[in-house]
């Protein structure tokens, strides 16, 4: 409350032509008060008509004379001495880009109304009167607006207070009856109210759809916290698991060296108790030997008969038949039996961590993965292929970095392998696929098959070649013209010729694209089916021989 009476005295000791506490305060005649500066100003601005009160427009015959209040001005001091300031605050007054009153002379406020009757925007101040007259009780008072006049009729100058639905435009009473005449006209507020109902079902319609996508945006907030809880969680067991397996496996190192350690130090002392005993052997033998030069040295016959009456054979050695030297074999097979541990683990790591990342990426986020549009989009999908040496035909010659096969003219020497294939030039990846993965082949002017497939795909005569079983997919790309070959059906593409040929794989989705890449990248086939296994890449080339195809780097 002290407040507001604050507010009511600066008001009052206020000019109201600069807002601001009366400077040199004088009164006119008719009782209100200015700056003396102020009113003479305005005064004198407007010469040519008669002097008259800014508020109370009186006027007076002639010009008054103008003397300083020196009470007031006493009293505007005091007011500076406690610190009041009567201008408004500088957020009061009307800016460039504010509507500003019509009324206030000098610096003008901002409106905070404006009158659709009146055609004219009030401050605070000049506004009261139409709250407290019965004369304005009609009058229609909206937010402040700079675009009042528009309200205006160009043609006639009056107030458009209604609408001409034929010509869906604002008009004046007498346009109605002019250019308008027989056109479907209703009041401005009729067609106000009618867009206004309509715009709130719209807006129902809105707020269903605001409220649908907040729902839906919980729903993927949940998503992403149950996503991150699941994948700390698993991130946590999976690391306990390996700690297990690896805590295992450096238990079962530890317990295969001590028992090489224990049957080294066992063979070591049997070895060491056998020489002790040949070393004993050695030393009664060189005695002997000793013995019997002495004797033999005698030249005394009767002494050398009676000291050797007959000669015993030799006692033959226990041991020496049964002492076999292998030098660096003693525990060669101890070795190769951890080898063949080591080769079943990476067996078992290598078939079973593609169903963990298969496992991984089928994490179904609610979330749609569109197809890249450019090659650029293709290429952050890009992957490194190389071949598997275990699956490529006898017939192919095999690039230094396993990315290029060449059909040769003699069988070459590969070791057998449950995995080769014996019957067609094929070849497979070595690299499982899950997910999503982009790359390209680039192959020789003679015939060659771009494929996927399963890594059980079939290695008989029959059944192995690419895309005549539903273990692979297909794309035959012939001297002139493109097949897709699936479960033994083949489809007829056209498209234009490219040596490059690009592949494109969503798993998850079961999306996979194949593309011509030459300058641009045009679409041959898309296949959209289910994935049930991680897929391999593959080519088949055909004779004759230095007929080729390389997996490119990409990056």
């Given at each position: 409350m002290a407040q507001k009476g604050d507010q009511l005295d600066q008001e009052t000791f206020s000019c109201s032509i600069c807002l601001d506490l009366l400077k040199d305060p004088v009164a006119i005649p008719c009782g209100h008060s200015y700056c003396m500066n102020c009113i003479n100003n305005y005064w004198d601005e407007g010469e040519k008509k008669l002097p008259s009160c800014p508020q109370c427009r009186e006027t007076f015959i002639p010009r008054p004379a103008l003397v300083k209040?020196?009470?007031?001005?006493?009293l505007v001091e005091?007011?500076?001495?406690?610190?009041?300031q009567a201008a408004p605050a500088d957020h009061c007054y009307a800016g460039p880009e504010d509507v500003a009153c019509d009324f206030c002379s000098g610096r003008k406020l901002k409106a905070v109304k404006s009158c659709l009757f009146c055609l004219a925007s009030y401050c605070e101040k000049h506004l009261q009167p139409h709250h407290d007259s019965s004369t304005f009780k009609k009058h229609q008072l909206v937010h402040p607006s700079k675009n009042l006049q528009d309200n205006i009729c160009p043609r006639h100058g009056e107030v458009m207070k209604m609408f001409c639905r034929t010509d869906q435009k604002c008009?004046?009473?007498?346009?109605?009856?002019?250019?308008?005449?027989?056109?479907?006209?209703?009041?401005?507020?009729?067609?106000?109210?009618?867009?206004?109902?309509?715009?709130?079902?719209?807006?129902?319609?809105?707020?269903?759809?605001?409220?649908?996508?907040?729902?839906?945006?919980?729903?993927?907030?949940?998503?992403v916290e149950d996503i991150n809880q699941s994948a700390d969680k698993t991130v946590e067991d999976s690391e306990e698991m390996f700690t297990e397996l690896i805590s295992l496996l450096q238990k079962r190192s530890s317990e295969v060296k001590q028992q090489i350690r224990s049957q080294q130090e066992t063979e070591v002392s049997r070895v060491r108790e056998?020489?002790?005993?040949?070393?004993?052997?050695?030393s009664d033998l060189k005695r002997r030997d000793a013995e019997m030069k002495q004797l033999s040295d005698t030249e005394d016959h009767n002494q050398f008969l009676h000291s050797c009456p007959s000669l015993s054979p030799?006692?033959?050695?226990?041991?020496?038949?049964?002492?076999?030297?292998?030098?660096?074999?003693?525990?060669?097979?101890?070795?190769?039996?951890?080898?063949?541990?080591?080769?079943?683990?990476?067996?078992?790591?290598?078939?079973?961590?593609?169903?963990?990342s298969l496992t991984i990426t089928d994490v179904d986020v609610l979330l749609p993965r569109p197809e890249p549009t450019s090659r650029a989009?293709?290429?952050?999908?890009?992957?490194?292929?190389?071949?598997?040496?275990?699956?490529?035909?006898?017939?192919?010659?095999?690039?230094?970095?396993?990315?290029?096969?060449?059909?040769?003219?003699?069988?070459?020497?590969?070791?057998?392998?449950?995995?080769?294939?014996?019957?067609?030039?094929?070849v497979l990846s070595r690299e499982s696929l899950t997910g999503r993965h982009y790359w390209e082949v680039e192959k020789t002017a003679g015939r060659v098959s771009v494929a996927v497939s399963y890594k059980n795909i079939s290695r008989s005569e029959k059944e192995s070649r690419f895309g005549f079983n539903d273990t692979s997919w297909s794309l035959d790309c012939y001297s002139g013209s493109y097949g897709f070959i699936y479960n033994n059906i083949e489809t007829s593409i056209p498209g234009p010729l490219s040596s490059r040929i690009g592949v494109y794989l969503d798993h998850r989705a079961g999306v996979l694209s194949f593309y011509s890449v030459s300058e641009t990248m045009t679409l041959l086939h898309r296949v959209q089916t289910s994935f049930t296994q991680p897929l391999h890449s593959g080519v088949r080339v055909y004779d004759p021989p230095g007929n080729s195809a390389e997996f490119c780097k990409l990056r």
């Open positions: 209040n020196t009470m007031l001005a006493a005091q007011l500076k001495k406690t610190g009041l008009i004046c009473y007498l346009c109605s009856v002019d250019e308008h005449k027989g056109h479907d006209t209703v009041s401005a507020a009729a067609e106000r109210t009618e867009r206004q109902r309509k715009m709130e079902v719209r807006r129902q319609q809105i707020q269903q759809e605001i409220q649908g996508r907040e729902k839906d945006v919980k729903l993927l907030q949940q998503e056998l020489e002790e005993k040949l070393q004993q052997e050695i030799l006692s033959e050695s226990t041991h020496s038949s049964s002492i076999s030297i292998r030098p660096l074999r003693y525990f060669q097979d101890v070795a190769a039996a951890v080898s063949e541990v080591r080769g079943r683990l990476q067996d078992i790591l290598r078939d079973t961590w593609t169903n963990i989009g293709f290429l952050k999908y890009s992957c490194e292929i190389t071949l598997d040496p275990n699956t490529v035909n006898p017939w192919f010659s095999l690039s230094e970095e396993n990315r290029k096969v060449t059909v040769m003219n003699k069988r070459q020497s590969y070791s057998d392998h449950p995995d080769r294939f014996i019957h067609f030039h094929q």
